[in-house]
Nanobody
């Protein structure tokens, strides 16, 4: 059983920054690829990026160069640093991992980019 809890969302002006955190329970965190997804109103959930157990990252084209994913295995936490935020980044952000064929999701954290 894995529990994921996101935090750090909020309201930010265009061009601003936010850092999201996802705290994971369980002793297997360090072995798992962790991903960030987002879902905007009326749209499908989309992948933002992920980070492997050894720290290799991948990003969606829409966030490349603006967002950075990192992890602290000692704290069982993965981070999403978001810079140069745009209104189109407004969404609920979720972290995700898989254990075998079972996917786990957090409850999400709202990010709103508006002036």
């Amino acid at each position: 059983q894995v529990q994921l809890v996101e935090s750090g969302g909020g309201l930010v002006q265009p061009g601003g920054s936010l850092r999201l955190s996802c705290a994971a329970s369980g002793s297997i965190f360090s072995t798992k690829t962790m991903a960030w997804y987002r879902q905007a109103p009326g749209k499908q959930r989309e992948v933002v990026g992920d980070i492997t157990s050894i720290g290799v990252t991948n990003y969606a084209d829409s966030v490349k160069g603006r967002f950075t994913i990192s992890r602290d295995n000692a704290k069982n936490t993965v981070y999403l640093q978001m810079n140069s935020l745009k209104p189109e980044d407004t969404a609920v952000y979720y972290c995700n991992t898989w254990v075998g064929v079972q996917g786990y999701w957090g409850q999400g954290t709202q990010v709103t980019v508006a002036s």
